[in-house]
């Protein structure tokens, strides 16, 4: 384990009902990543809370741990017990969080966050099934319900379980590089990146027995993104029709091959962006964009910012 000056604290909040686990997820992913945060759980008692399965959760601190906390977690309960006005006791534990804390919900753990105000005049999601109550209770809160995460500065909000899993890398990778968060991904046998703007998985058609798949194709391409890649040439290489593959990738990606593959490259461009001293024409070049404007353009329609600025920003960061 490398030597680390600071170590970041996390303290999860477990009310009663609390998803197990969601409960975990904030512990496996930020423990896996070479002892950069610690991670504490409390409850707003500091005693037991009952989960939504059947077994009690024990931990090991009250709600006046959340006054050290840097980052704060809000995990998911079932949305029958959060009202929209917050229960006195949660309402005194989220008292303890300071104004500069970070906060990140995971699933119905913004509705915890939006009854307490503080998605007042911010972007959030949720898992997409409760977008409808979500917006019934809080109709002044811009909900996006078709991403899984949102990163709105202070304050993010995810969508279902596994992005909650995508949140907590996502923290990971903008405190300490891609590098580490390839890493934990890998402990932890997760995807280790996926677009915060992602589509949420809405119902997406299962595709049919015995279909080939075009997940072979993915990985193809992806050791291949230095090149002009077209979709008959990820049809070809599937050995499907161009309209077959382009519904078949729609099915299990959630999104065209075109846009996946945008996705991918601006992804590795991040990487090489803070990995490397490469020029952004270099980086362009081997991430498959044509030149470093369209690098510019695809990169900051993707997060907002050029290629130096958000160079700038991780070394920042990283000091």
């Given at each position: 384990?490398?030597?680390?000056?600071?170590?970041?604290?996390?303290?999860?909040?477990?009310?009663d009902g609390v998803y197990p686990f969601e409960l975990g997820i904030p512990?496996?992913?930020?423990?896996?990543a070479d002892g950069r945060y610690e991670v504490l759980t409390c409850s707003v008692d500091g005693r037991p809370v009952r989960s939504d399965a059947d077994f009690t959760i024990g931990v090991e601190h009250g709600p006046e741990i959340l006054a050290t906390a840097d980052t704060v977690v809000i995990t998911p309960v079932s949305p029958e017990r959060m009202p929209a006005e917050l229960p006195e006791e949660v309402r005194e534990a989220l008292g303890y969080v300071?104004?500069?804390?970070?906060?990140?919900?995971?699933?119905?753990?913004?509705?915890?966050l939006a009854a307490a105000g503080l998605l007042d005049g911010r972007r959030a999601t949720t898992h997409w099934q409760l977008a409808g109550r979500f917006r019934s209770m809080f109709p002044h809160i811009d909900l996006d319900p078709d991403v899984l995460f949102v990163d709105d500065g202070s304050i993010l909000t995810s969508a279902g379980a596994a992005s909650g899993v995508d949140v907590c890398l996502h923290l990971v990778r903008k405190d300490h590089g891609s590098e580490l968060a390839n890493a934990v991904a890998r402990r932890c046998v997760v995807p280790p990146f996926r677009d915060g703007g992602q589509a949420q998985y809405i119902e997406q058609p299962v595709p049919e027995q015995g279909a080939a798949s075009t997940a072979g194709t993915r990985a193809w391409a992806l050791e291949r993104l230095d090149e002009p890649l077209t979709l008959a040439d990820l049809a070809a290489h599937a050995r499907m029709s161009l309209r077959t593959f382009a519904r078949r990738f729609n099915d299990e990606v959630g999104m065209s091959p075109g846009r996946w593959?945008?996705?991918?490259?601006?992804?590795?461009?991040?990487?090489?962006?803070?990995?490397?001293?490469?020029?952004?024409?270099?980086?362009?070049?081997?991430?498959?964009?044509?030149?470093?404007?369209?690098?510019?353009?695809?990169?900051?329609?993707?997060?907002?910012?050029?290629?130096q600025v958000y160079r700038r920003t991780?070394?920042?960061?990283?000091?």
């Amino acid at each position: 384990m490398r030597h680390v000056e600071r170590t970041e604290r996390v303290v999860v909040l477990a009310l009663d009902g609390v998803y197990p686990f969601e409960l975990g997820i904030p512990s496996r992913i930020f423990g896996a990543a070479d002892g950069r945060y610690e991670v504490l759980t409390c409850s707003v008692d500091g005693r037991p809370v009952r989960s939504d399965a059947d077994f009690t959760i024990g931990v090991e601190h009250g709600p006046e741990i959340l006054a050290t906390a840097d980052t704060v977690v809000i995990t998911p309960v079932s949305p029958e017990r959060m009202p929209a006005e917050l229960p006195e006791e949660v309402r005194e534990a989220l008292g303890y969080v300071r104004p500069d804390t970070r906060i990140v919900s995971i699933c119905t753990g913004a509705f915890v966050l939006a009854a307490a105000g503080l998605l007042d005049g911010r972007r959030a999601t949720t898992h997409w099934q409760l977008a409808g109550r979500f917006r019934s209770m809080f109709p002044h809160i811009d909900l996006d319900p078709d991403v899984l995460f949102v990163d709105d500065g202070s304050i993010l909000t995810s969508a279902g379980a596994a992005s909650g899993v995508d949140v907590c890398l996502h923290l990971v990778r903008k405190d300490h590089g891609s590098e580490l968060a390839n890493a934990v991904a890998r402990r932890c046998v997760v995807p280790p990146f996926r677009d915060g703007g992602q589509a949420q998985y809405i119902e997406q058609p299962v595709p049919e027995q015995g279909a080939a798949s075009t997940a072979g194709t993915r990985a193809w391409a992806l050791e291949r993104l230095d090149e002009p890649l077209t979709l008959a040439d990820l049809a070809a290489h599937a050995r499907m029709s161009l309209r077959t593959f382009a519904r078949r990738f729609n099915d299990e990606v959630g999104m065209s091959p075109g846009r996946w593959l945008i996705q991918q490259r601006v992804a590795r461009a991040r990487h090489l962006l803070e990995s490397s001293d490469l020029a952004v024409d270099q980086i362009a070049g081997r991430v498959g964009f044509a030149t470093g404007a369209s690098l510019r353009q695809h990169l900051h329609a993707a997060i907002g910012v050029s290629p130096q600025v958000y160079r700038r920003t991780f070394q920042m960061a990283a000091r």
